[in-house]
């Protein structure tokens, strides 16, 4: 069974930093790719990130591009999302998740089977 497990957020002020992690286990993830999403209150839940396990490339929306990089640690199947920059807007709850077999779409959430239970960020101004 794939388990993902965020931890990391919390509360800081606008244009601080703060670094997520993701635990993954139960399954190789060699040929796969993990994903950040982001869900505000009352609003849909948006892609922030992604990385391939393998060949390290990554994707960001244009939201969070040039303040947040995501990485990856092979050897302890985790990866990070450090974030910088923060505002505001950035506020929302964040959750990893791992694809169902197959899948492509890195930027889709549909794609993803496997989910976190979600860490609060609180940006305040």
């Known amino acids: 069974q794939v388990q993902v497990v965020e931890s990391g957020g919390g509360l800081v002020q606008a244009g601080g930093s703060l670094r997520l992690s993701c635990a993954a286990s139960?399954?190789?993830?060699?040929?796969?790719?993990l994903g950040w999403f982001r869900r505000a209150p009352g609003q849909e839940r948006e892609f922030v990130a992604a990385i391939t396990w393998s060949g390290g490339s990554t994707y960001y929306s244009n939201s969070v591009k040039g303040r947040f990089t995501i990485s990856r640690d092979n050897a302890k199947n985790t990866v990070y999302l450090q974030m910088n920059s923060l505002k505001p807007e950035d506020t929302a709850v964040y959750y990893c998740a791992a694809p169902g077999p197959g899948k492509t779409r890195v930027t889709d959430p549909h794609e993803y089977e496997h989910w976190g239970q979600g860490t609060q960020v609180t940006v305040s101004s």
């Open positions: 139960g399954r190789t993830f060699v040929g796969y790719f």
